[in-house]
């Protein structure tokens, strides 16, 4: 089993539509998720953060976090054909009481929005 | 531009050649990451500093990599040796230093290797 793992894509939505990105993770301590979007030849940039069980929200952006079942969601509303890119699922471990920025990445979803 | 800084963008090599990436973090952040990416899969963690120090170590290192920091500002990572699998794309990120902030890491454009 994959330590994260990220629902197979690629996802097409149109235009306007929700897009709903899903990532699981097996190491149960960990403690801080990110969701990173990247577009073809462009390294990472971080969009969502989110360390706490329940909802965030950033703009059009919702991160769900469920630590029981070890799943993380980002949810895109609105869908703008700007958005199409792949998405990177992130996780933080927590190793001995300290935190640093060592994530182990999903190995991403592709999302195409279509006008 | 006060991103982190990566140096050359591009690069081609023969197999066999030594390559060095160089890394500027963004100023007010003491830790530094590198990382790597091939195509399809998403970055995979190398190493870390904090400040001038290596605090961690992927086995994906292996002895034909090593990364400096010399003085915990900018760094280096150079390929020995480079093999046709050492082509990917280098990303260096750096953080700030703190319990959660530490975990919010900001990437550079990346460098791109090819070993052909």
């Known amino acids: 089993q994959k330590e994260v793992e990220q629902n197979s894509g690629p996802l097409s939505v149109p235009e306007g539509a929700i897009a709903s990105l899903n990532c699981t993770y097996s190491d149960r301590v960990s403690q801080s998720f990110f969701w990173y979007r990247q577009y073809s030849g462009k390294s990472p940039e971080l969009i969502m953060s989110?360390?706490?069980?329940g909802d965030k929200e950033d703009g059009r952006f919702t991160a769900q976090l469920n630590k029981a079942s070890q799943y993380v969601s980002l949810l895109i509303r609105d869908s703008q054909p700007s958005d199409s890119a792949t998405y990177l699922c992130?996780?933080?471990?927590?190793?001995?009481?300290?935190?640093?920025?060592?994530?182990?990445f999903g190995q991403g979803t592709i999302l195409t929005v279509h006008p | 531009d006060t991103g982190v800084s990566q140096d050359p963008r591009h690069k081609i090599t023969k197999r066999g050649q030594n390559v060095t990436f160089r890394c500027d973090p963004i100023?007010?952040?003491?830790?530094l990451y590198w990382y790597r990416q091939t195509l399809g899969q998403g970055p995979e963690f190398l190493t870390y500093f904090q400040n001038e120090a290596q605090l961690e170590k992927s086995r994906l290192l292996s002895d034909r990599f090593s990364a400096e920091r010399p003085k915990g500002s900018f760094s280096t990572l150079e390929i020995q040796r480079t093999e046709q699998g050492d082509s990917a794309m280098y990303l260096c990120?750096?953080?700030?230093?703190?319990?959660?902030?530490?975990?919010?890491?900001?990437f550079g454009e990346g460098s791109w290797l090819t070993v052909v």
């Open positions: 992130a996780v933080s471990p927590n190793a001995g009481g300290t935190s640093y920025g060592k994530l182990t």
């Open positions: 990120a750096s953080s700030l230093p703190g319990r959660t902030s530490g975990n919010t890491i900001y």
């Open positions: 989110i360390y706490s069980n």
């Open positions: 100023s007010e952040h003491n830790r």
